[in-house]
């Protein structure tokens, strides 16, 4: 079998693995900011950073893939490599587009989960509201002068 053609061939087999982990990658992205604080496996920054690596091995590989194709021996060989080269020119580009999006979902996942958590610090239901009222219950004494205290000055101002 001729050199190129077993280049090429090593090619075509290179693409499939980076190419579903990207996907993977790109898939976990969107999920970011979904789940609760310290619940996230690895970070946004960190699977972007796989995401961009993925997508610079594939970009490789079509580099490669377009130098080798002018190369083989047959005119049908060249014509199904180059169909092939489109085909992953275009599902490249799909997966650009797919990050964009999955980014800026994650970025909206982030910023509904903060505006949850400040909803239920505001309503009470946080563990630091929990933890003050835990503390007023156990002295009621504060709290009781604290309310005199509130009582009077409501008082004073009624009166000016």
């Not at 194709?69 to 005119?75: E, F, G, V």
């Not at 992953?88 to 650009?96: D, F, G, H, I, V």
């Not at 509201?129 to 005199?148: F, H, I, M």
Request: glycine fraction near 4%; proline fraction near 2%.
């Amino acid at each position: 079998m001729d050199e190129v053609v077993v280049e090429v061939e090593k090619t075509k087999r290179e693409w499939e693995d980076p190419y579903e982990k990207t996907i993977e990658h790109i898939t976990a992205i969107q999920e970011c900011g979904k789940s609760r604080r310290g619940e996230e496996k690895v970070s946004l920054q960190r699977l972007n950073g796989l995401a961009q690596d993925g997508l610079s091995l594939l970009n490789s590989l079509q580099f490669s893939l377009d130098l080798l194709a002018p190369q083989l021996p047959s005119d049908y060989h060249v014509q199904s490599t180059r169909s092939l080269l489109e085909i992953w020119k275009n599902q490249y580009q799909s997966l650009r587009v797919n990050l964009r999006s999955a980014n800026l979902q994650a970025k909206d996942n982030m910023r509904k989960a903060a505006q949850q958590d400040a909803c239920v610090l505001l309503l009470g239901g946080g563990t630091e509201s929990t933890e003050l009222r835990r503390k007023r219950q156990a002295n009621p004494g504060v709290t009781s002068d604290a309310e005199s205290i509130t009582e009077s000055q409501r008082m004073k101002k009624k009166t000016l």
